[in-house]
């Protein structure tokens, strides 16, 4: 049997508009390509009035320079490495680094390459010349353990690479770094958990080796000595600022024959692990358990019941440090930036039952 065929469907090319060049950028603004370059490149000797014009006729045009070309034009190649530990430092806190990172690089012309860079590595020093070298990093953002290690300090300083460091755990000669004061801030929340009516107050440890760990674990044990509360070392157990590391720890605490009555983690991850434990051991939160993080993760504020927690401003920080690396010249001297801790109060924390 005969069947019909389709009509025949004529095709046509849908016409595809290239993207805007420095040469259509160039023409609109009435000027030659080598000032073009040069304003995009921010470099200097562009008169205002010729910039203004420049930058409009780039917004108009939807104008995005290629960033390989760019970089050899300049010598400069416009690319700002993060350089973390992805699973020691804590998923929470990375992503927002990034955030950060990448808001500022968006605003100075920057492109942001992520890094995980293992510190059990037996070659670190090597992994971070390599890694510099090929991906010609025009500056480089530590975070903690990096930060603090002689080898990667060391292979950068040989690399002529600037770098700046997020909260490290000792000052260095000749480094910038960008903290909050991680002591005092565990000290506050401390002091918050106790002035509630907590006596035992349960401690899960951030990641071994790291300086804002140490630092929140002795402004901890500072606020149990100033409230005249001895340290007791069976609530006090260590994790690897991860989800799962939490879930071990709060189950440890749980398994005690006097189990605390409130639990301070020393990051968000770890805490949102401590909620979901307790369901399993019918506790309620904040009833029976109250509940600290630290960092003001989008995981203290997406999981119930909310988090209380110390707010560091992770994302300012990172912007802090892309405007370090961005904007320093080469005569920059060593110097600290140092961000205010907030304390921030959900419904994961209340006065313990005294039933």
Wanted: aromatic letters at 6%.
């Amino acid at each position: 049997m005969k069947q019909n065929r389709p009509a025949a469907v004529s095709r046509q090319k849908t016409a595809v508009q290239k993207p805007a060049s420095i040469y259509d950028v160039a023409k609109r603004a009435k000027v030659s390509i080598k000032t073009v370059s040069r304003v995009v490149n921010r470099l200097p000797s562009v008169g205002d009035e010729t910039r203004k014009r420049v930058m409009e006729a780039v917004e108009a045009l939807s104008y995005r320079p290629n960033v390989y070309a760019r970089g050899l034009a300049s010598e400069r190649s416009f690319l700002i490495g993060l350089l973390c530990d992805i699973p020691a430092a804590g998923s929470g806190y990375i992503a927002a680094l990034q955030i950060g990172m990448l808001s500022r690089c968006r605003k100075e012309g920057y492109h942001l390459i992520v890094e995980s860079v293992d510190e059990r590595n037996s070659d670190l020093g090597h992994q971070v010349r390599s890694l510099v070298a090929q991906s010609r990093l025009q500056g480089v953002v530590l975070t903690s353990p990096l930060c603090d290690m002689p080898a990667v300090i060391e292979a950068l300083n040989n690399a002529g690479t600037p770098f700046v460091r997020i909260a490290p755990e000792k000052s260095l000669p000749h480094t910038i770094d960008v903290r909050i004061d991680d002591h005092a801030a565990a000290y506050d929340m401390t002091t918050y958990l106790i002035g509630l009516g907590h006596r035992r107050i349960g401690f899960i440890k951030g990641t071994a080796g790291h300086g804002d760990a140490k630092a929140r674990f002795e402004g901890y044990l500072a606020a149990l000595a100033d409230g005249g509360l001895p340290f007791v070392e069976d609530v006090c157990v260590q994790g690897q600022f991860t989800y799962q590391s939490g879930m071990e720890a709060s189950e440890r605490l749980f398994a005690l024959k006097k189990r605390p009555t409130a639990i301070f983690a020393c990051n968000d991850d770890m805490a949102a692990a401590v909620l979901a434990t307790s369901q399993r051991f019918n506790l309620k939160i904040p009833q029976q358990l109250s509940v600290a993080g630290f960092d003001d993760s989008l995981v203290a504020q997406v999981v119930w019941p909310r988090l209380t927690t110390c707010r560091q401003p992770i994302e300012e920080m990172a912007q802090a440090a892309m405007s370090i690396l961005t904007q320093r010249s080469d005569d920059n001297e060593p110097f600290e930036v140092r961000l205010d801790h907030e304390l921030v109060v959900r419904e994961s924390t209340a006065p313990p039952d005294v039933q």
